[in-house]
């Protein structure tokens, strides 16, 4: 399975994006499925995770911000982000962490 991360830009400080992430093949046998991002000088942190049933589970700092799905059928996740803050810049992966599958990344930049 690969994964192509999509959706990525330029926003405004508390603008919205929304991330997706196409796999190539059945994202059911690949089990939970998480973002991730990485800003600049940082090490890479976990936005949000959901498992194959549909449980998630986001980091403290944007659980009230950042909404993960996915869609099993269509075999693509989904990350929406609202209130942006120019902390959120970053460039953000998609992955299957058990199966240590990770895509190319999309470039999210937010300014104030």
């Known amino acids: 399975v690969q994964l192509v991360e999509s959706g990525g830009g330029l926003v405004q400080a508390g603008g919205s994006l929304g991330l997706s992430c196409a796999a190539s093949g059945s994202i059911i046998s690949v089990g939970a499925m998480g973002w991730y991002r990485q800003a600049p000088g940082k090490e890479r942190e976990l936005v949000a995770v959901i498992s194959s049933t549909g449980s998630t589970h986001s980091a403290d700092s944007m659980e009230d911000r950042f909404t993960i799905s996915r869609d099993n059928a269509k075999n693509t996740l989904f990350l929406q982000m609202s209130s942006l803050k120019p902390e959120d810049t970053a460039m953000y992966y998609c992955?299957?962490?058990?199966?240590?599958?990770w895509g190319q990344g999309t470039l999210v930049a937010v300014s104030s």
């Open positions: 992955a299957a962490p058990a199966a240590d599958i």
